[in-house]
Structures are given as structure tokens and as C-alpha cells.
């Protein structure tokens, strides 16, 4: 384990376990553990008031080079896998998208062909939406706003009857806490410390990952659809650290180039070491 409990200084009050932000904590009957979705970030140790809490002797793994060839080979995935991480400036030696472009291109672009990393900002989108990847929204006109959303959003033919239940349910989703000044996307093993990760699964490869999630703390991933792919994406794993999957919208679909059977998953990465690791663990490992 990335961190122990010593059985016999723990109190167990559970101070850990509430604290824990990878849920990554348990309690079995009298003794309290730490399973394999432990990242090793430590915050439990701060909320131990009897020192029980140690390091252990594996570490989680960090290479996104080695996490994104284990996710691949163990899940049989033909695609590419996408990963996020949200700055506050532009990161030296990071292209900047120019645009016009979709947030939802560029996953689609790595996932079928990979790629370097590539920063990613309000300027750059040419899709409203952008507002729900936490980037803030694009500037327009009345008049720009009004025929894009006439032509493309509201009425028949389009996404939504009426203006009104566009934003119907915008409050079942998690509010950004800041707005960031853009997101570097690129392949998992280009990027070193992503907040992100993301790729398209079939449903056999969901059952694998939500097994796999589920193995020692029943945590289960919860599933969106009727609403934007970003929006539904991206706000609960980045502000929540719960893994998602969601079936998308019809621009999303249509620009990550989903096929009919392809369902998009949006996992922390700081649950991802847990998630490969528990992948050889359960059923589904078996020969």
C-alpha cells in the first residue's frame, strides 16, 4: 500500500476515512484499511491524532507512460487515451490552440491519432460550451448569441424546444470553483501531472472498470446524458473526484468521432493507479 494503518494505534474514530478525497479508505468490521486507490497524497496522515498512519512499502504509480500502456493493454482499447490538466498561465514549451476549435475535436483528434499536449482556452473555442469546461464564457454580441442559439440550440430540429428548458438542469452538476485560463489536453503519455483522464469504452469495458473501481470500497461510477458532453464530463470528476461516463451529446459525439457502441469515461487521475491495479484483482482478470 501507498499508506498503512497500524492496527494497534488506531483509534479508529474514522477521521481518515471521511477525509480521504480518493474515498480510497475503508472500514472492515473493527479495523480500518487503506485499499489500492490510495495516491499517496498523505491528507490522511494530517487528520490522524494517533500518528497510525505510515508510509507503506509500494508506491503508487505515476508514469503516465506506464499507467496509459497498462490501461490500454488490460482493457483491449483501439483508441487513444486523453488526458487534462487545468493551469492558471500557459506552460512553457505548450502550443496554444489558436482556433476557432472544439473542445470536443481535440479529444476526438487524440483519440484516434494521439498527440502532444496543447493549451486550450476560451479564445480558441468556437462552442459556447466552453463556459462548462470551467475556461469561462466566450465573448459574443446580442445579435451573435441570439442567431447562434436560434440556428443551432433552440427550436425544432435542434436540441432544446425552448430557451427555458436549456438550462433546466444545469444545477444537477457541480459549479466550478474558479475559472481557469485554460486546460492543456493531450495523450495520457505525453502529459506528466494530469487532473484528467478520458477515452471511449464499449459497455463490456465499462462493466471492467466499474468492477475493477467497485473491488474494495463499492464506490460506483455514475452515468449523465441529456446534457452537453463537457458539462456532463468534466465539472463532477475535476470538482468532485468521482469518476463518470456519459453518452455524450450530438456535437460531442459527432466532433470525438464516437462510434454507435462507444460511451466516453472521465476518471480523476489520481484514481487511475487504483484503477490499474485493481483491474488484475477481479473477475474479469481470471483466466
Known amino acids: ?33 487503506v485499499t489500492e486507490m490510495c495516491c499517496d497524497c498523505g491528507i490522511c496522515v494530517q487528520y490522524c491524532t494517533m500518528g497510525a498512519i505510515g508510509k507503506g512499502s509500494v508506491r503508487a504509480e505515476q508514469d503516465t507512460q506506464k499507467l496509459a500502456k497498462a490501461l490500454k493493454e488490460k482493457l483491449s482499447l483501439f483508441k487513444n487515451i486523453a488526458a487534462m490538466q487545468y493551469v492558471d498561465k500557459a ?34 473555442s468556437t462552442c459556447g460550451g466552453v463556459a462548462n469546461l470551467g475556461l469561462g ?10 442567431s447562434a442559439i436560434n440556428a443551432q440550440v433552440v427550436g425544432e430540429g435542434n436540441l432544446y424546444a425552448t430557451r427555458d428548458v436549456m438550462s433546466k438542469n444545469r444545477n444537477m452538476f457541480p459549479h466550478f470553483s474558479k475559472v481557469y485560463a485554460g486546460v492543456v489536453i493531450g495523450s495520457l503519455e505525453h502529459m506528466r501531472k494530469p487532473d484528467l483522464v478520458l477515452f471511449p469504452v464499449n459497455g463490456h469495458q465499462l462493466c471492467m472498470i466499474s468492477t475493477a473501481y467497485a473491488f474494495d470500497t463499492g464506490e460506483l461510477i455514475t452515468g449523465f446524458a441529456g446534457k452537453s458532453t463537457c458539462l456532463m464530463t468534466i465539472s463532477t470528476p475535476l470538482m468532485q473526484n468521482r469518476p463518470v461516463f456519459c453518452a455524450g451529446d450530438h456535437g ?18 489520481s484514481l487511475i493507479p487504483g484503477l490499474v491495479k485493481n483491474l488484475d484483482r477481479t473477475v474479469f482478470a481470471q483466466k
Open 1 to 33: 500500500m501507498s499508506f498503512v494503518i497500524d492496527q494497534e494505534l488506531c483509534a479508529k474514530c474514522g477521521s481518515c476515512i471521511g477525509n480521504c478525497p480518493n474515498r480510497a479508505i475503508i472500514r472492515r468490521a473493527d479495523e480500518v484499511f
Open 91 to 124: 506552460p512553457e514549451g505548450v502550443p496554444q490552440e489558436k482556433g476557432p476549435h472544439f473542445w470536443c475535436g481535440i479529444c476526438g483528434d487524440v483519440f484516434d491519432e494521439g498527440g502532444a499536449p496543447v493549451l486550450f482556452s476560451a479564445k480558441a
Open 137 to 146: 464564457a466566450i465573448k459574443a454580441t446580442r445579435e451573435e448569441f441570439d
Open 252 to 269: 460531442g459525439r459527432m466532433f470525438m468521432r464516437l462510434k454507435d457502441d462507444e460511451i466516453l469515461v472521465c476518471f480523476p487521475f
